[in-house]
């Protein structure tokens, strides 16, 4: 039990592991500025920016993205060089299809196995986010509250694939944050998930989260398409 927060750390690659080659850790440093927005989707990644960045040679760096290709993370394009992947509407319908089975899969083996420590972790993450109103706080709160769900539902596999699908959700443009009207809701939707999990009821904690990922899609769609408004506005 204790070392479960360990293997998440590791899971999530935000430890600091000292025995990472050069080219690893460019991989490390570079995968986690992708999820943090640090490169938005579509932007270029020049070779010798992020090897100036990271104070390294362009070996470890082509190495790197090399890898985060192969990941998805990043494409090459023929005459703009590698680039932030970029997600289409489709994949996006995808991912939040899975996303929907996933979560609800994690709130549910979370609502059977959660600790008590995490229960009450979760409470306190809820709590936290009622004081905060910056978009990027927010977004960083809901990260934080859904990363707590995966690993109190004590199943690596379903950790693995979730991790997989957070990658591809850093592809997407925006946060649905940033639609105010979303921020009421999707809290009282977490205070849901919540009640279920701490009540040990697998089956609501499923419903609730489902539910949650739906209204997340249905916001995503709204950021996405009032992204392409305001695009074409300006260059009107
Ligand atoms: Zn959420």
Redesign the pocket.
């Known amino acids: 039990m204790a070392k479960r927060p360990r293997k998440v750390d590791q899971e999530n690659g935000t430890e600091d592991a000292p025995n990472l080659s050069r080219g690893e850790l460019v991989h490390v440093k570079l995968r986690d500025a992708i999820r943090a927005g640090r490169f938005a989707p579509g932007q270029r990644v020049r070779e010798t920016e992020v090897a100036k960045w990271l104070d390294v040679s362009r070996t470890p760096v082509r190495e790197a993205f090399r890898r985060l290709q192969a990941d998805g993370l990043l494409v090459f394009e023929p005459w703009r060089g590698v680039v932030v992947a970029e997600l289409d509407q489709q994949q996006m319908i995808e991912l939040y299809a899975m996303r929907k089975v996933l979560e609800g899969t994690a709130a549910g083996l979370a609502a059977r196995h959660a600790a008590d420590s995490q229960i009450a972790m979760l409470e306190d993450l809820v709590e936290q986010t009622d004081a905060v109103t910056a978009t990027d706080e927010l977004a960083e709160l809901?990260?934080h509250?859904?990363q707590s769900i995966y690993a109190a539902a004590h199943n690596r596999y379903l950790l693995k694939a979730l991790n997989a699908l957070r990658d591809s959700m850093a592809l997407l443009p925006s946060t649905t944050y940033a639609l105010s009207e979303r921020q009421g809701p999707?809290q009282d939707?977490?205070r849901e998930?919540l009640a279920a999990i701490k009540s040990r009821d697998a089956a609501k904690a499923e419903t609730t989260a489902r539910k949650?990922?739906d209204g997340?899609e249905r916001a995503r769609l709204k950021v996405i398409s009032q992204m392409s408004r305001k695009h074409k506005d300006t260059e009107l």
């Open positions: 809901n990260r509250f859904h999707a939707e977490h998930i949650h990922i997340a």
